[in-house]
């Protein structure tokens, strides 16, 4: 089974609307982070917003924006007031765990892309 | 200054050869990662190194074998590449305890 199942190949918005992305996740470890990465054309990785299975409040960066459900597995992105330069691929990521020093293994998913129309 | 760095960024080389991507940090991070990226954007992990220590290695060919000199440094060497080894290959660091993993710009690897 995925662990990371991202179900919208790709979205489209209109520029100054908000725009959700979904991501579920599966998982029976306790303790597990969810993460959000964007890459534009130009190819590069950038983190965006992170969640703590125990944090009790939403993640917020910006006009980002992470709505966590934690019954429902799922840690869907919000992006506010769109903008153009949003236009990419958006990655959903879990890590289960820590491992010995504190690193983790991330697991992503098939990836999301968003067009915003001017 | 840049972050995490990778070279080179393009790579193009024939089926049979053995290449090598580097790969730099000056955050003073303490692990370091190697991703695969194929033509459908999917993102796979394939290595970590924590410490000048490998532990993580994922099911990938033996031909791939991850080198750390120092914790600054994490090189990729790959022999008798394949056609199937054509993707994107991402560097990323992280610190432990830190939830952000900060990525270089990849390497486009080609094998004709």
């Known amino acids: 089974a995925q662990k990371i199942t991202q179900t919208q190949p790709g979205m489209f918005v209109q520029e100054k609307e908000a725009v959700t992305l979904d991501c579920t996740y599966d998982?029976?470890?306790?303790?597990?982070?969810l993460f959000w990465y964007k890459q534009p054309s130009s190819g590069e990785m950038i983190f965006l917003i992170y969640?703590?299975?125990?944090?009790?409040q939403n993640a917020t960066e910006g006009r980002y924006s992470l709505n966590f459900q934690k019954a429902r597995k799922s840690a869907n992105l919000v992006i506010s007031a769109s903008q153009l330069g949003d236009s990419a691929m958006y990655f959903c990521a879990m890590r289960e765990g820590l491992l010995g020093g504190g690193s983790y293994i991330p697991t992503f998913g098939r990836g999301t892309s968003l067009i915003v129309h001017p | 200054d840049t972050a995490v760095s990778q070279t080179p960024k393009y790579l193009v080389t024939q089926m049979g050869n053995d290449k090598s991507i580097k790969c730099e940090q000056n955050?003073?991070?303490?692990?370091m990662y190697w991703y695969k990226q194929d033509s459908k954007k999917f993102l796979k992990i394939m290595f970590s190194y924590n410490n000048k220590e490998l532990i993580i290695n994922e099911t990938v060919p033996n031909r791939f074998s991850p080198k750390s000199p120092d914790k600054a440094h994490l090189n990729l060497h790959i022999n008798s590449l394949e056609l199937g080894d054509s993707a994107v290959y991402f560097c990323?660091?992280?610190?432990?305890?830190?939830?952000?993993?900060?990525f270089g710009p990849g390497t486009r690897l080609t094998v004709l």
């Open positions: 990323a660091s992280s610190q432990a305890g830190d939830n952000e993993q900060f």
């Open positions: 969640q703590g299975s125990y944090d009790q």
């Open positions: 955050l003073g991070h303490d692990t």
């Open positions: 998982t029976s470890d306790p303790s597990y982070g």
